[in-house]
């Protein structure tokens, strides 16, 4: 993937993110790492269950949770809303998951999850500031095995550039997590072990072409679309970074693709073809309050979705048919 496609195809998406007016101033998985990033959120009862058939008192909340694509841990209430007849609207509380996407490195354990009662927006960044440290010694494992298979320099040193940078990104969503209510999450990262070219060129197509390149297109869309100032202020410095990021990404695999045999090649693209099936099937699945999605300036799971069928078709035709 050259420099003269990825840019050209992320300014055209980047259009389409509704510009923010007001200022009132989130990639297959490895080692311990797992495939979503939940967070327990309130919804109305849905009209409808999944079978077709209409909610009443008695509903479980799972029912419930099931028809709105969330999982348990769930909960029934009466919310502080009233409906038309006056009356206080039920509630339902269950685990949903959102986007959160970036280069997550081989044997991460931690989740960036925080504290039950943290406020959603505090726990959202919280969630992207652990990703963004999690990148850092994604990227300086990444120069290393670079170097240790021959990789050209300029390669290697991009890699150790891009680790640089994850630091100062971290900084930034760990600023707006404690902004809003949430502490920096801890991160724990099993000790790295040896690996083949073939297996980096697996991760590198996963977590790079196919997870951070979607990253860094969320990225660019954040830094218009956030109603508040600080996130735009904050994401308009990182996109261009995340930019550089997926372009190496993508540099990389054509340096790895050359080196390896016809079935390790398809090997390499069988995973990302699988890559852009499983972000896909997230970004459908995600779910943001309202009021998080505008303050944030993350797409809705329906653009979000949209955006990588999108990505997907300028980048690997044919992945999503």
Same mark, same amino acid.
């Given at each position: 993937?050259?420099?003269?496609?990825?840019r050209p195809?992320?300014?055209?998406?980047?259009?389409?993110?509704?510009?923010?007016?007001?200022?009132v101033?989130?990639?297959?998985?490895w080692?311990?790492?797992?495939d979503?990033?939940t967070?327990?959120?309130?919804?109305?009862?849905?009209p409808?269950?999944s079978?077709g058939g209409v909610?009443t008192?008695?509903?479980?909340c799972e029912?419930l949770?099931?028809a709105?694509?969330?999982?348990?841990p769930c909960?029934?209430f009466?919310?502080?809303?009233?409906?038309?007849?006056g009356g206080?609207?039920e509630?339902?509380?269950c685990e949903a998951?959102?986007?959160?996407e970036?280069?997550?490195p !081989?044997g991460l354990?931690s989740?960036?999850?925080?504290a039950?009662?943290?406020?959603?927006?505090g726990?959202l960044?919280a969630?992207?500031?652990?990703?963004e440290? +999690?990148?850092?010694?994604?990227?300086?494992?990444?120069a290393? !095995?670079?170097? /240790?298979?021959? &990789?050209?320099e300029?390669?290697v040193?991009?890699? %150790?550039r891009a680790?640089?940078?994850?630091v100062?990104? +971290?900084?930034?969503?760990?600023?707006?997590a404690?902004r809003h209510?949430a502490p920096?999450p801890?991160?724990?990262?099993?000790?790295?072990?040896?690996?083949?070219l073939?297996?980096?060129?697996?991760?590198? +197509?996963v977590?790079?072409?196919? %997870? !951070?390149?979607?990253?860094?297109?969320l990225?660019g869309?954040?830094?218009?679309?956030?109603?508040d100032?600080?996130?735009?202020?904050?994401?308009?410095t990182i996109?261009?970074?995340e930019?550089?990021?997926?372009e190496?990404?993508w540099?990389?695999?054509?340096w /790895?693709?050359?080196?390896l045999?016809?079935?390790? %090649?398809e090997r390499v693209?069988?995973?990302r073809r699988?890559?852009?099936r499983?972000l896909e099937q997230?970004? &459908?699945?995600?779910?943001?309050?309202e009021?998080?999605?505008?303050?944030?300036?993350?797409?809705?799971?329906?653009v979000?979705?949209g955006?990588v %069928?999108?990505?997907a078709?300028e980048?690997?035709p044919g992945?999503?048919a």
């Amino acid at each position: 993937m050259s420099r003269g496609k990825l840019r050209p195809v992320f300014k055209r998406l980047w259009l389409l993110a509704p510009v923010a007016t007001l200022g009132v101033g989130c990639s297959s998985t490895w080692g311990c790492d797992s495939d979503n990033y939940t967070q327990q959120q309130t919804f109305r009862v849905p009209p409808t269950l999944s079978d077709g058939g209409v909610p009443t008192q008695d509903t479980p909340c799972e029912e419930l949770c099931e028809a709105l694509g969330a999982t348990t841990p769930c909960s029934r209430f009466m919310g502080p809303e009233a409906g038309e007849d006056g009356g206080l609207l039920e509630k339902v509380k269950c685990e949903a998951p959102f986007l959160c996407e970036g280069r997550r490195p !081989e044997g991460l354990c931690s989740d960036g999850a925080v504290a039950t009662g943290t406020p959603a927006l505090g726990a959202l960044f919280a969630r992207m500031a652990h990703l963004e440290a +999690a990148s850092v010694p994604a990227f300086e494992r990444l120069a290393d !095995e670079l170097a /240790a298979h021959g &990789a050209p320099e300029r390669l290697v040193r991009a890699a %150790r550039r891009a680790a640089k940078d994850e630091v100062r990104h +971290a900084s930034a969503m760990e600023s707006l997590a404690q902004r809003h209510g949430a502490p920096m999450p801890e991160l724990t990262v099993a000790p790295f072990q040896p690996r083949t070219l073939v297996a980096l060129a697996i991760e590198n +197509a996963v977590e790079g072409c196919v %997870r !951070e390149t979607f990253g860094a297109l969320l990225a660019g869309w954040q830094a218009r679309s956030a109603e508040d100032a600080q996130v735009r202020e904050s994401l308009a410095t990182i996109a261009p970074d995340e930019l550089r990021h997926a372009e190496l990404s993508w540099a990389i695999d054509a340096w /790895a693709l050359e080196q390896l045999s016809p079935e390790a %090649r398809e090997r390499v693209e069988a995973a990302r073809r699988e890559a852009w099936r499983e972000l896909e099937q997230d970004a &459908a699945s995600s779910h943001l309050p309202e009021a998080v999605a505008r303050v944030s300036g993350l797409p809705s799971a329906e653009v979000a979705r949209g955006l990588v %069928r999108e990505l997907a078709l300028e980048l690997m035709p044919g992945a999503l048919a």
